[in-house]
Structure formats: C-alpha cells, structure tokens
C-alpha cells in the first residue's frame, strides 16, 4: 500500500509540473507573442491533463506530502540563471512538460491505467508537435524585432568600382569605424572565387564589430560564410526556395519597384524590402526607371515589415526620403566614393532623427 502511496505521490507531483509548464508556455503565447491560436492549443491541452486524471485526484490528493519531500530543498537550493532569455523560458518549460508526461505514463502502466497511460503518451507527442510550432513563432518574433532595430537608419552598400581605387575591405573597414550598423556585400563583376574571399573577411569585420552583415544575390556564398542575411531581386529565386536554403535565422530581403511587389514580398515571407530606385541610379547595368516617392508613400503606410529606401540618394535629397517617413536608407556612391568616407558618414548619419540611429 505504502508504494501505491508514492506512485501516486508520484503521479500528483508530475501531473503538476505538466500543467504548470503548460501554463507558463501558454503565458508567453498569450502575452509576449500575441500568438491566440497556439495560447488556444496550448491551454485544450493543459485543460486535458487535467480533466483525464480526474478519476484519480482523490488518490492524489491524499498522498501529497509537500511538506515531507526530500527534494524540496535541493530544489530551493538550486541556482538561477539570471542571463535567462524567453526562449531559454519556453525551451525548459517544454523539457520540463514532456519529462514530467514520460513519468506520468510509466507510473500509470504500474498502476495498470493502460488506457490512460497511452493518452498520456498521445499528450507528450503533442507537445512535440507544439514544440516545433511554437519555435517558429518565438523564430519569427525575436527576428521581427532584431530587424526593427537593424533596419534603422544608414545601409551601406559596397560598389569597388565606385569607390576611388580603394578596395572593398578597404571601404567595409571605414564603414565600420564610422559606426554604420548594417552593411552589404554588391559586387557583380568579380569571380565567385573573389567575392567567396571578399566575403570571407568582411564577415570576420563585422562579427568582431557587431555589425550586420548582407550578401546580395550569391546566396551560396551567404551561406558559406554564415552571412546575416542575402539580398534579391526580382528575377533571382524565389522566396521560399531561398528560406529553404538558409533556414528561418537567416535574413531575406529582397527589392521591390511597386506596390504590388511589395504586398508579394510581404506574403511570401521576406524579412525586409528595399523600396526604390527613388531618383535615378547609375550602379546597376539592369536598373528599372525611378518609381519616384509616391511608391515609398505607399510602403510607409501599407507595409508592416522593414523597409529600405534606395536608388539615387544623396545626402542632399536624403530630407525630403526622411520627410516622407523613411527609417532606413541605403546609399552607394555617396559612400563609397566620398573622399573622406568616415567624415561622409558622419554627416549623413547627423540627418536622421535623433530617435532613429
């Protein structure tokens, strides 16, 4: 009898953690990611781990022994991790909700609940499934809001044919002690080889400074040298077929020349959008004509993700791109053919609002 007694002190303490970790995931589907359909799950599952064991809550009742338990104080004693993000919060409430659900099932099997013992497996398999769902949430929203810092802003491009002899590492390091925040790697002329290398180092350069770094087009070479994000066009992959490649981490942005495009881009999962060319451009051999800055009105009040103004800005046209509400602009020529590449920073970045950088 005394063993029936700690099985079910057994059960009662797991059928407890279940619930509690069920609670705090459905907590944070609820609260922090506003996710209503995966809260929703979360919760008819944890109602069910309830509601299922109730034909043995009076057994469970009278073997709780909280006072008694000799884990309790190993538990009170153990250390917190104040470094804790809410994905380590979610991650270990999981861990701790599907161990708790395999010493549910083991304990009924002794108790001979088969048929409960096989729901409370079902239970667990369910929340692996969740699992996977709810980490392409916590995915999507902790990259939703790095994006909303990053795509602030200058975005410097490189262009080595612009940039007065100097090379492309030569320009990427002025960038970066200049303070720029996100820069990316253009280059349409070199071999694969030169622009694997090139990319090779400036990846180093940017890591070391904590700058975000974008390789446009070569989304192989993004890949290889673990690259931020990739950057394309209108007639490169598709979308999806590159979010294949790289995985949910990695950033895609792609450009964009009317309204129609950008709502695409928006549906088909793109991280950001580049909105332009605003004013006439001359880097690009295919660049589209101007879509002047009705387009970018357009993006400003329609589309909700990050958005980068681009093509043929200045830094004396950039006032009336920041009046028309842009956060982020992306300048080429201006940049990297500038003759004091610091100092030119310095005053385009002066031009943003104070809140912005």
């Given at each position: 009898?005394?063993?029936?007694d700690?099985?079910?002190r057994?059960l009662?303490?797991n059928?407890?953690?279940?619930s509690?970790?069920?609670?705090v995931l459905?907590?944070?589907a609820?609260?922090?990611?506003?996710d209503?359909l995966?809260?929703?799950r979360?919760k008819?599952?944890?109602?069910?781990?309830?509601?299922?064991?109730?034909?043995?809550?009076?057994?469970l009742?009278?073997?709780?022994?909280?006072v008694?338990?000799v884990?309790l104080k190993?538990?009170?004693?153990?250390d917190?991790?104040r470094?804790?993000?809410?994905?380590?919060?979610?991650r270990?409430?999981?861990?701790?909700?599907?161990?708790?659900?395999?010493?549910?099932?083991e304990?009924?099997?002794?108790l001979?609940?088969?048929d409960?013992s096989?729901?409370?497996e079902?239970?667990?398999?369910?929340?692996?499934?969740i699992?996977?769902?709810?980490?392409?949430?916590l995915t999507?929203?902790?990259?939703?809001g790095?994006l909303n810092?990053?795509?602030?802003?200058?975005y410097?491009i490189?262009?080595?044919e612009?940039?007065?002899?100097?090379?492309?590492?030569e320009?990427?390091?002025?960038?970066?002690?200049?303070?720029?925040k996100i820069?990316?790697?253009?280059?349409k002329?070199?071999s694969?080889?030169?622009k694997?290398?090139?990319?090779?180092?400036?990846r180093?350069?940017?890591?070391?400074?904590?700058?975000?770094?974008i390789?446009n087009?070569n989304?192989d070479?993004?890949m290889?040298?673990?690259?931020?994000?990739?950057?394309?066009?209108q007639?490169?992959?598709?979308?999806e077929?590159?979010?294949?490649?790289?995985g949910?981490e990695m950033?895609?942005?792609?450009s964009?020349?009317?309204?129609?495009?950008?709502?695409?881009?928006?549906?088909?999962?793109?991280d950001?959008?580049g909105?332009?060319p605003?004013?006439?451009?001359y880097?690009?051999?295919?660049?589209?004509?101007?879509?002047?800055?009705?387009?970018?009105d357009?993006?400003?009040?329609?589309?909700?993700?990050?958005y980068v103004?681009i093509g043929?800005?200045?830094?004396?046209?950039?006032?009336?791109?920041l009046a028309?509400?842009?956060?982020c602009?992306?300048?080429v020529?201006?940049i990297v053919g500038?003759?004091d590449i610091?100092?030119?920073i310095?005053?385009?970045?002066?031009?943003?609002?104070r809140?912005?950088?």
């Amino acid at each position: 009898m005394m063993g029936l007694d700690n099985l079910y002190r057994v059960l009662d303490a797991n059928v407890n953690r279940t619930s509690e970790g069920l609670r705090v995931l459905e907590d944070l589907a609820r609260f922090c990611y506003n996710d209503r359909l995966l809260s929703k799950r979360i919760k008819e599952l944890r109602h069910s781990v309830r509601k299922n064991i109730a034909g043995l809550v009076p057994n469970l009742i009278s073997s709780r022994d909280s006072v008694n338990d000799v884990g309790l104080k190993t538990s009170m004693e153990m250390d917190i991790d104040r470094k804790a993000s809410l994905l380590d919060l979610a991650r270990a409430n999981f861990k701790r909700v599907q161990e708790a659900l395999r010493t549910v099932e083991e304990s009924l099997k002794v108790l001979n609940e088969n048929d409960l013992s096989k729901f409370y497996e079902s239970c667990r398999f369910e929340t692996y499934s969740i699992e996977k769902e709810y980490f392409k949430v916590l995915t999507f929203e902790n990259k939703k809001g790095r994006l909303n810092e990053i795509i602030t802003g200058l975005y410097c491009i490189t262009s080595e044919e612009h940039s007065k002899g100097r090379s492309n590492i030569e320009v990427v390091e002025k960038m970066i002690k200049a303070g720029v925040k996100i820069i990316q790697y253009r280059e349409k002329k070199k071999s694969l080889l030169e622009k694997y290398n090139e990319c090779k180092k400036i990846r180093e350069m940017t890591l070391d400074s904590g700058v975000t770094f974008i390789v446009n087009d070569n989304i192989d070479i993004a890949m290889m040298v673990k690259a931020d994000g990739v950057h394309i066009g209108q007639d490169d992959l598709p979308i999806e077929k590159v979010r294949e490649l790289v995985g949910d981490e990695m950033i895609i942005g792609i450009s964009t020349h009317s309204p129609t495009q950008a709502e695409d881009a928006v549906r088909r999962g793109a991280d950001y959008i580049g909105v332009g060319p605003l004013y006439r451009t001359y880097t690009k051999e295919d660049v589209c004509e101007p879509v002047g800055l009705e387009y970018l009105d357009y993006v400003v009040k329609n589309i909700n993700i990050p958005y980068v103004a681009i093509g043929g800005i200045k830094e004396h046209n950039m006032d009336e791109v920041l009046a028309r509400g842009a956060r982020c602009i992306a300048m080429v020529t201006e940049i990297v053919g500038a003759d004091d590449i610091e100092e030119k920073i310095s005053k385009v970045k002066s031009k943003f609002s104070r809140g912005v950088l």
